[in-house]
């Protein structure tokens, strides 16, 4: 899975499918299609999962939980999540991710991370919003 962030939404691209979150959600199909979501709740497509609240998506894609943290989340999220995005790192920390990743002015472009590739201590991952 590719990740990075674009006029700050987060892109998420998998093998398959891809999504975007940031001001609402997309989620779009093999076929090119889109899934668009404006709202709180549960939605599934195309092999991707999500659970947005307040503040906070959980995005389940290849096997992987991506929590994206708004400024005013609240209620983090309490299961396992092993990569968290967000613009403020301590609060991205207690999620207890196994990667962080974060915006400046300095880093790469986009992250590239599969499932069996995961650190094994917290990883701080600085991208640039473009």
Same mark, same amino acid.
């Given at each position: 899975?590719?990740?990075?962030?674009?006029?700050?939404?987060?892109?998420?691209?998998?093998?398959?499918?891809?999504?975007?979150?940031?001001?609402?959600?997309? *989620?779009?199909?093999?076929?090119?299609? #889109?899934?668009?979501?404006?709202?709180?709740?549960?939605?599934?497509?195309?092999?991707?999962?999500?659970? *947005?609240?307040?503040?906070?998506?959980?995005?389940?894609?290849?096997?992987?939980?991506?929590?994206?943290?708004?400024?005013?989340?609240? #209620?983090?999220?309490?299961?396992?999540?092993? *990569?968290?995005?967000?613009?403020?790192?301590?609060?991205?920390?207690?999620?207890?991710?196994?990667?962080? *990743?974060?915006?400046?002015?300095?880093?790469?472009?986009?992250?590239?991370?599969?499932?069996?590739?995961?650190?094994?201590?917290?990883?701080?991952?600085?991208?640039?919003?473009?």
């Amino acid at each position: 899975m590719d990740i990075s962030i674009v006029k700050g939404k987060v892109k998420l691209k998998g093998k398959q499918a891809s999504c975007e979150v940031g001001g609402g959600a997309v *989620i779009t199909r093999p076929d090119g299609s #889109n899934f668009a979501i404006d709202g709180l709740g549960e939605f599934e497509a195309a092999g991707i999962s999500m659970v *947005i609240t307040i503040g906070v998506t959980v995005v389940e894609i290849e096997g992987m939980r991506v929590c994206i943290l708004e400024e005013n989340a609240e #209620n983090l999220p309490t299961d396992s999540i092993d *990569i968290t995005v967000s613009t403020n790192l301590e609060l991205a920390k207690k999620t207890d991710p196994w990667v962080v *990743i974060t915006t400046g002015s300095e880093g790469a472009p986009k992250y590239s991370i599969t499932k069996d590739k995961l650190p094994s201590d917290l990883q701080v991952v600085v991208l640039t919003s473009k």
